[in-house]
């Protein structure tokens, strides 16, 4: 099973900053099969990039997916108040995991 | 649209199991598989199983292997997933979502809350 360790478990930023999500897997991922998901409190998981870098429909620019082999970086430039939010990495390779997720807060 | 609508809320004791429903509409049911995830209390994400709707089959994670079983009803668009032998760390929500072969879950359920309690 390949493990994915999400970091850091907390961001604190002011609207306008940018956030920067890591998310580190124990062996190598197929970049093909990299997601990211957002998830607000009392929601279901919203898909934000999939394939590492290629945005789901919907998803402003702001939201920008890089990466490969074992490490993998979500950016949020321009935060924004909606941004608040727990954002999880996933590899959906034969047998999909996820990470434990990053939580972000906006001041 | 496409939706994926599941079933309410389940109360239930240890040892017995669960079994919650998600209609879908809006696709081609057989276009797709659906997964199951799961997220307890305050927690992260953990991936259950999946199943392919064309061809019928099945991939679930290693550790409810023995006592997690999904199915399908083509005839309602409609998925299943129940797990047995409930224990109380399986409470939890249980999302279900959309989810081709070898593609993430663009589309999900509402949620069905598991509460397992004696």
């Known amino acids: 099973e390949i493990v994915l360790t999400q970091s850091p478990g907390t961001l604190s930023l002011s609207p306008g900053e940018r956030a920067t999500l890591s998310c580190r897997a124990s062996s190598s991922v197929t970049t093909s099969y990299f997601a990211w998901y957002q998830q607000k409190v009392g929601q279901a998981p919203r898909l934000l990039i999939y394939g590492a870098s290629s945005r789901a429909t919907g998803i402003p620019d702001r939201f920008r997916g890089r990466g490969s082999g074992t490490d993998f970086t979500l950016t949020i430039s321009r935060l924004e108040p909606e941004d608040s939010a727990v954002y999880f990495c996933q590899q959906y390779g034969s047998s999909p995991t996820f990470g434990q997720g990053t939580k972000v807060e906006i001041k | ?118």
């Open chain 2, 1 to 118: 649209q496409v939706q994926l609508v599941q079933s309410g809320a389940e109360v239930k004791k240890p040892g017995a199991s669960v079994k919650v429903s998600c209609k879908t509409s809006g696709y081609n049911f057989n276009d797709y598989g659906i997964s199951w995830v799961r997220q307890a209390p305050g927690q992260g994400l953990e991936w259950m199983g999946w199943i392919s709707v064309y061809y019928g089959n099945t991939k679930y994670a290693e550790r409810f292997q023995d006592r997690l079983t999904v199915t399908i009803d083509t005839s309602t668009s409609t998925a299943y997933m129940e797990l047995g032998s409930l224990r109380a760390d399986d409470t939890a929500i249980y999302f279900c979502a959309r989810t081709g072969r070898g593609q993430p879950s663009f589309y999900w359920g509402q949620g069905t809350p598991v509460t397992v309690s004696s």
